[in-house]
C-alpha cells in the first residue's frame, strides 16, 4: 500500500530512492510526457473556456488523477517509492529540508535563476529542460523572490473550514473551499502563491518540469482529504450535474477516458497519507 509520507519525516534512503526513481522516469522519457501533458491542459484551460485542470471544480480531482499517475509510473522503476508532500505552511523557509542537496536542491543563483544543486541541476546532467516555454535548457527558481512569503497555516485553516466544495459560477474566484484553495478567490494567494514563490518553470505551464510541483500538489491533495474528513456531510464535490463547459460529478475528464471527478473521491484506494 502506497503512504505518502512528509518529506520533512523521509529517511536519507527514502529521499534517494524517490530522487533516483524521478531521475529514471526522466532518462527513460516518460517524465516530459507529464510536462507536456500538463502545459497542453493549461493551454486549453486558459483558452477554451471549459476548465478542466485548473479555474475551476474539477482542479482538484484532475491534479489527483495526474498525481496517481506520475507515482504509477515512479513505482514502475521502485515499488517502494510514493510522492512526499510539502507542508509549505511548516517548512516555509529556502532553508528547509526540501530544497537541501540530498532532495531537490536550492535556489537559484542571481542573474539567470539556475539552480546550482542538487540532483535537478543542470550542471549535474541528468536534469535537462526539454518540454519548455522559453529558451532556459536548465531548472531555475528564485525562492521567496516575487513573493516574499508563503501561505501560513491560519489561512490554510481559514480555507479548511468553509463548509461548500465549490459554488457557481464554477470558476476563478468562486465562493468555497476550491477556489479558496487554488488560490483563484485572491490575488497570489494560496495553492498559487506557492508556484510564484518558487518562481522559475514553478510559475508556468511548464511547472512539472521542477520535481517540487509533485510535493507541492501532493500537500494540496491531502488539503482536499482533510476537508473532507472536516466536513464529513458536505457534498464532496459540486456540481452533480447539468452544468455547461463544466466538469460535473460524473462526467470524464480528458485527458483520460474513464476518469470522473466521482472515481477520485476516495483517494484510499490509492493511497494513504502519514
Ligand atoms: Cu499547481
Given at each position: 500500500?502506497?503512504?505518502?509520507k512528509?518529506?520533512?519525516?523521509l529517511?536519507?534512503?527514502?529521499?534517494?530512492?524517490?530522487?533516483?526513481?524521478?531521475?529514471?522516469?526522466?532518462?527513460i522519457g516518460?517524465?516530459?510526457?507529464?510536462?507536456?501533458?500538463?502545459?497542453?491542459?493549461?493551454a486549453?484551460?486558459m483558452?477554451?473556456?471549459?476548465?478542466?485542470?485548473?479555474?475551476g471544480?474539477?482542479?482538484?480531482?484532475?491534479?489527483?488523477?495526474?498525481l496517481?499517475?506520475?507515482?504509477?509510473?515512479?513505482?514502475?522503476?521502485?515499488?517502494?517509492?510514493?510522492?512526499?508532500?510539502?507542508?509549505?505552511?511548516?517548512?516555509?523557509?529556502?532553508?528547509?529540508?526540501?530544497?537541501?542537496?540530498?532532495?531537490?536542491?536550492?535556489?537559484?543563483?542571481?542573474?539567470?535563476?539556475?539552480?546550482?544543486?542538487?540532483?535537478?541541476?543542470?550542471s549535474?546532467?541528468k536534469?535537462?529542460?526539454?518540454?519548455?516555454?522559453?529558451?532556459?535548457?536548465?531548472?531555475?527558481?528564485?525562492?521567496?523572490?516575487?513573493?516574499?512569503?508563503?501561505?501560513?497555516?491560519?489561512?490554510?485553516?481559514?480555507?479548511?473550514?468553509?463548509p461548500?466544495?465549490?459554488?457557481?459560477?464554477?470558476?476563478?474566484?468562486?465562493?468555497?473551499?476550491?477556489?479558496?484553495?487554488?488560490?483563484?478567490?485572491?490575488?497570489?494567494?494560496?495553492?498559487?502563491?506557492v508556484?510564484?514563490?518558487?518562481?522559475?518553470?514553478?510559475?508556468?505551464?511548464?511547472?512539472?518540469?521542477?520535481?517540487?510541483?509533485?510535493l507541492?500538489?501532493?500537500?494540496v491533495?491531502?488539503?482536499?482529504?482533510?476537508?473532507?474528513?472536516?466536513?464529513?456531510?458536505?457534498?464532496?464535490?459540486?456540481?452533480?450535474?447539468?452544468?455547461?463547459?463544466?466538469?460535473?460529478?460524473?462526467?470524464?475528464m480528458?485527458?483520460?477516458?474513464?476518469?470522473?471527478p466521482?472515481?477520485?473521491?476516495?483517494?484510499?484506494?490509492?493511497y494513504?497519507?502519514?
Amino acid at each position: 500500500m502506497t503512504v505518502r509520507k512528509n518529506q520533512a519525516n523521509l529517511t536519507a534512503a527514502e529521499k534517494k530512492a524517490f530522487v533516483d526513481a524521478v531521475l529514471e522516469v526522466k532518462r527513460i522519457g516518460v517524465y516530459d510526457e507529464f510536462v507536456a501533458a500538463h502545459r497542453l491542459r493549461f493551454a486549453l484551460d486558459m483558452n477554451t473556456g471549459v476548465y478542466v485542470g485548473h479555474f475551476g471544480p474539477s482542479f482538484l480531482p484532475w491534479h489527483r488523477k495526474f498525481l496517481i499517475d506520475f507515482e504509477n509510473e515512479l513505482q514502475k522503476i521502485d515499488a517502494s517509492v510514493s510522492i512526499p508532500y510539502w507542508d509549505w505552511t511548516a517548512d516555509n523557509t529556502v532553508a528547509s529540508s526540501v530544497w537541501a542537496p540530498d532532495l531537490l536542491g536550492g535556489t537559484g543563483r542571481p542573474l539567470d535563476d539556475q539552480v546550482m544543486d542538487g540532483p535537478f541541476a543542470y550542471s549535474a546532467g541528468k536534469w535537462p529542460i526539454n518540454i519548455q516555454v522559453d529558451s532556459r535548457p536548465f531548472l531555475a527558481r528564485n525562492l521567496a523572490y516575487r513573493v516574499p512569503t508563503l501561505p501560513s497555516r491560519a489561512e490554510v485553516d481559514a480555507a479548511l473550514a468553509i463548509p461548500t466544495y465549490d459554488s457557481a459560477p464554477f470558476r476563478d474566484g468562486s465562493a468555497g473551499f476550491r477556489a479558496t484553495l487554488e488560490g483563484s478567490a485572491g490575488y497570489l494567494s494560496m495553492h498559487n502563491r506557492v508556484h510564484s514563490w518558487v518562481w522559475g518553470q514553478m510559475e508556468s505551464s511548464v511547472s512539472p518540469n521542477d520535481p517540487v510541483f509533485w510535493l507541492h500538489h501532493s500537500f494540496v491533495d491531502k488539503l482536499w482529504a482533510d476537508w473532507h474528513a472536516l466536513h464529513p456531510t458536505s457534498a464532496e464535490y459540486l456540481p452533480a450535474g447539468g452544468t455547461v463547459d463544466v466538469i460535473d460529478l460524473n462526467e470524464t475528464m480528458p485527458p483520460w477516458p474513464n476518469t470522473t471527478p466521482q472515481s477520485m473521491l476516495d483517494h484510499t484506494p490509492f493511497y494513504t497519507y502519514a
